[in-house]
């Protein structure tokens, strides 16, 4: 008996799956939906970098990716805020794209780009939700990523700067004396301070902090992010009254 030959499966329309952690929620954001034939194709590394969202009032409020920032774009909840020389203008997803062709010709270093079915658009640096004028209340998240960027991958003992591979996290107080899991008692510390510090605290091991570790005020990526050229428009929106926020 002759095997029935399986149909094969349609291809997947490209899209953003609602548990994308790249999709990261934003209140009062629906879930991103399906794409259509103009739509983004998440190919393309722009997709990957990042944009500041100001909320309605021009506070920001967090970090997300450029393939969230489209999305929310084509569903016309939030503009583009385009920044340059200290002063700002406000573009529909429509008329950035439009935008984006004279960009294409005349500075196409400027920008990153994500290519669609039908054209080229320019990866927005900064964003505004037109219906939304809080700030969320969150706190910067205690993770390794962050107490490396807090630290600028140095060593808080001997003070050498060291590839993330080759640091890890020391509790200053440690675990079998009581020590927690906090900002104030965490600090980056190279294999070998590590070991020699072993279950003591500085004072046992007669070794000194460089730095006290602090609870940073704002997500230390952000420091890090403002020293390249590409992210300087950002620098005008972020005030440190309000930026205590995730980057996600």
């Known amino acids: 008996m002759s095997k029935k030959a399986r149909r094969p499966r349609p291809a997947s329309k490209a899209r953003l799956h609602p548990d994308d952690p790249e999709a990261s929620r934003i209140p009062g954001v629906d879930a991103p939906p399906r794409y259509g034939a103009c739509s983004v194709m998440p190919i393309s590394e722009g997709l990957d970098a990042k944009v500041l969202v100001l909320n309605k009032m021009y506070m920001a409020t967090r970090v997300i990716s450029a393939r969230r920032a489209f999305v929310l774009l084509m569903r016309e909840t939030a503009e583009v805020i385009h920044a340059d020389d200290g002063s700002f203008a406000n573009y529909d997803f429509s008329s950035w794209t439009e935008l984006s062709e004279l960009r294409k010709e005349y500075e196409p270093d400027a920008h990153d780009w994500v290519k669609t079915v039908r054209f080229d658009i320019a990866v927005p640096r900064i964003i505004r939700l037109i219906g939304y004028d809080k700030l969320p209340a969150q706190r910067v998240k205690?993770?390794?990523?962050?107490?490396?960027?807090?630290?600028?991958?140095?060593?808080?003992?001997?003070?050498?700067?060291?590839?993330?591979?080759?640091?890890?996290?020391?509790?200053?107080?440690?675990?079998t004396q009581g020590g927690p899991d906090t900002w104030e008692n965490?600090?980056?510390?190279?294999?070998?301070?590590?070991?020699?510090?072993?279950?003591r605290?500085?004072?046992?091991?007669?070794?000194?902090?460089?730095?006290?570790?602090?609870?940073?005020?704002?997500?230390?990526?952000?420091?890090?992010?403002?020293?390249?050229?590409?992210?300087?428009?950002?620098?005008?929106?972020?005030?440190?009254?309000?930026w205590s926020v995730e980057l996600r």
């Open 142 to 175: 205690l993770n390794r990523r962050n107490l490396f960027a807090r630290d600028h991958n140095r060593c808080q003992y001997c003070g050498g700067h060291f590839p993330t591979n080759e640091l890890s996290i020391d509790h200053v107080v440690p675990r």
């Open 201 to 242: 605290t500085p004072d046992q091991a007669n070794m000194k902090l460089i730095t006290k570790p602090v609870r940073p005020k704002r997500n230390p990526l952000i420091a890090v992010r403002l020293t390249h050229a590409k992210y300087n428009s950002w620098k005008a929106f972020l005030d440190e009254a309000y």
């Open 186 to 199: 965490l600090v980056c510390s190279c294999v070998r301070c590590n070991s020699r510090k072993g279950g």
